[in-house]
Nanobody, 115 residues
């Protein structure tokens, strides 16, 4: 059974940090490109960051570049999103996505940035 389980979301003040985790099971994690997306109420889901199969050459949306870092541990079947200098407009549900010839999504974790 394929599972992607996100964790680490929560409430944080502006300027704070959170680290999201996405634990994968039921498929060959290292064969899949891993991405983080986010969706705010009334907005379309947007791509935040992508990690290649080996974790080299990550890519980021302009809105998070320099603040967020995606990483993965293929031995632990886990992808992470370190989020620093959080802003009010980072508030969203964050989803991880696994892509190969199939696509899998997690259920999401809420991140709320508020003072």
């Amino acid at each position: 059974q394929v599972q992607l389980v996100e964790s680490g979301g929560g409430l944080v003040q502006p300027g704070g940090s959170l680290r999201l985790s996405c634990a994968a099971s039921g498929f060959t994690f290292s064969d899949h490109i891993m991405s983080w997306y986010r969706q705010s109420p009334g907005k379309e889901r947007e791509l935040v960051a992508t990690s290649s199969r080996t974790g080299s050459s990550p890519t980021y949306s302009d809105s998070v570049k320099g603040r967020f870092t995606i990483s993965r541990d293929n031995a632990k079947n886990t992808v992470y999103l370190q989020m620093n200098s959080l802003q009010l407009n980072d508030t969203a549900v964050y989803y991880c996505k696994a892509t190969d010839w199939r696509v899998f999504w997690g259920q999401g974790t809420q991140v709320t940035v508020s003072s």
